[in-house]
């Protein structure tokens, strides 16, 4: 079959509804756009364990810390699932992480930002993960395998991620004084950065019209974008929050909450690398990963006698 043969089959496939599978033909450019997209995916949960994580020993109670351990765990194996999709297109563990680390490959821009008072683990899970949500449930109908089947398992998880964020929220907002202050400075600091993580206007997103041809991506950033703020804005305000928007408002005509401008020139700063603690988590995932070398290389070692044994 030419080329051209193969690719009109690739699409008609896609406009089935079939999933494309790992040894399945594919157009290089959907092959690279998967790897772009999956490793990001990967380094944003392995890089968002790190502010939660700073606060699992300055938990509150047993039972807060044991959730929060719960679910910075869970993090870390949604990147193990996303990096195992993705070495199914050909990429290797080895490079993908070599990019991270030197700095190289991108991640979500919502974790270069300080976790400052017990409030922000509320605050993270209900805005943080109900914004990832969003975007992995479209994500599982997409039409990769692999990378659709991750999403499934990936985003019943988060559902409990996003609701232990939401309950602490609630509490917090019913609690003191100095409870309320706290959780309110906690939303006025996520908002931004998390309307920001799905990514930059319809018009300004190079990758989406190819994403959206091959069904990587079934709706655009900017209508996930306000289907978040309609889902988070009404909900926020009946616990007696605000958030820090003044032109927010309700659009009679459509129902949606319309939000102010996004600050790109942020967005862009701390995507390049210069957020406040871009340089922080960067040297904890670089220390993590010297700590870890030692597990490695005994696993390289099991595995190669397992290798000597069965060849003997
Ligand atoms: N941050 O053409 P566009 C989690 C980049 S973790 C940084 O619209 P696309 C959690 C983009 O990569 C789950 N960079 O891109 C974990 C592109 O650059 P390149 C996080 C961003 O791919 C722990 C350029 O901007 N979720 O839930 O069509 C604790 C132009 O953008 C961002 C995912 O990773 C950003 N926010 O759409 C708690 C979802 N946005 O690569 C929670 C998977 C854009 O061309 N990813 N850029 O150099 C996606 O769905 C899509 O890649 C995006 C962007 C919607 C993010």
């Not at 490079?95 to 991640?107: Q, T």
Request: include cysteine.
């Amino acid at each position: 079959m030419t080329e051209n043969g193969r690719l009109a089959e690739f699409e008609a496939r896609i406009r089935r509804g079939e999933k494309i599978e790992p040894g399945d033909w594919m157009p290089e450019d959907y092959r690279r756009q998967l790897i772009r997209m999956i490793s990001q995916h990967a380094h944003s949960e392995i890089m968002g364990m790190l502010p939660e994580g700073t606060w699992i020993a300055r938990a509150p109670n047993l039972r807060r810390k044991m959730v929060l351990l719960a679910k910075v765990q869970d993090e870390a194996g949604h990147g193990q699932y996303l990096y195992h999709a993705a070495e199914t297109l050909g990429a290797t563990r080895e490079e993908m992480i070599e990019a991270l680390l030197s700095g190289k490959a991108k991640y979500s821009q919502v974790f270069n930002y300080p976790s400052l008072s017990w409030a922000d683990m509320g605050v993270i899970g209900w805005f943080v993960d109900g914004a990832a949500i969003l975007n992995q449930t479209m994500l599982a109908r997409c039409s990769y395998g692999p990378y659709s089947r991750a999403m499934v398992r990936i985003s019943a998880e988060e559902s409990f991620h996003m609701k232990q964020g939401k309950e602490q929220v609630i509490l917090l907002s019913q609690g003191t004084a100095a409870q309320v202050a706290m959780v309110q400075d906690a939303v006025n600091r996520w908002w931004w950065p998390s309307m920001m993580m799905f990514g930059p206007h319809d018009q300004e997103s190079p990758n989406s019209p190819v994403l959206i041809k091959w069904a990587i991506k079934t709706r655009t950033n900017d209508e996930l974008r306000q289907d978040f703020v309609n889902q988070i804005a009404p909900e926020v305000m009946e616990l007696g929050l605000t958030l820090p928007d003044p032109d927010l408002h309700i659009e009679k005509a459509t129902g949606n909450w319309i939000h102010g401008p996004i600050d790109w020139d942020e967005f862009w700063r701390v995507v390049r690398g210069d957020g406040p603690c871009n340089a922080e988590r960067m040297a904890a995932r670089r220390k993590a990963h010297d700590d870890g070398l030692w597990v490695r290389q005994a696993l390289e070692a099991y595995a190669r006698r397992e290798a000597g044994v069965a060849a003997a």
